[in-house]
Structure formats: C-alpha cells, structure tokens
C-alpha cells in the first residue's frame, strides 16, 4: 500500500508537521500535485490510518476538525525509509 501515489510524500509531511488538520494535508497534496481530488487525500489518509502509521483524531465541537500525528510504528516506518533513501542517494 505504501508503494500507492502520494503515501509516502503525505507520511512525511504529517511527521513534519504534526497534529496537522486534514484541509492543511489536502492544500499540501494539492500544491505539490499529488492528488487531483478530495476523495484521493482521504485514501491516502485512511490508509495510513489503517496500517497504524497516522493516528486520527476528530474535534466534535463545530467547526469539526480532524486531525492526524505519527505514530509510534509510523515514525519507525518513516526513519527506515529515509535511511533506505540515503542509501541510493549516496551511492548514485
């Protein structure tokens, strides 16, 4: 799953940007055409969440807001693929 459009460069921005609200990822995903609809961001969201790599949280008060962190595994996820990036980086 992790190797679908967009997961990998959104996992990275929630590290970066912790405790991000959903309208900030999709702006994110957008600007850097990473996806072309709101159904996509909310894929690719739902999936991290699912695998355990983004934790949700949902504010009931109005306006609601959903927002997303790194998990624990989502952190480890994250460090062994940035340590596999540098890998081929240094030895290209």
């Known amino acids: 799953m992790m190797s679908k459009k967009g997961f990998y460069d959104?996992?990275?921005?929630?590290?970066?940007?912790?405790?991000?609200?959903?309208?900030?990822?999709l702006k994110y995903a957008f600007d850097r055409k990473i996806v072309e609809s709101r159904a996509s961001i909310t894929i690719i969201l739902n999936g991290l969440t699912d695998l355990g790599l983004l934790e949700r949280s949902v504010t009931p008060t109005r306006p609601i807001r959903t927002t997303y962190k790194i998990s624990k595994k989502g952190s480890h996820i994250i460090n062994k693929l940035k340590e596999v990036e540098a890998t081929f980086t240094t030895t290209s």
């Open 10 to 25: 959104v996992l990275k921005y929630v590290k970066d940007n912790e405790g991000i609200h959903y309208n900030e990822v």
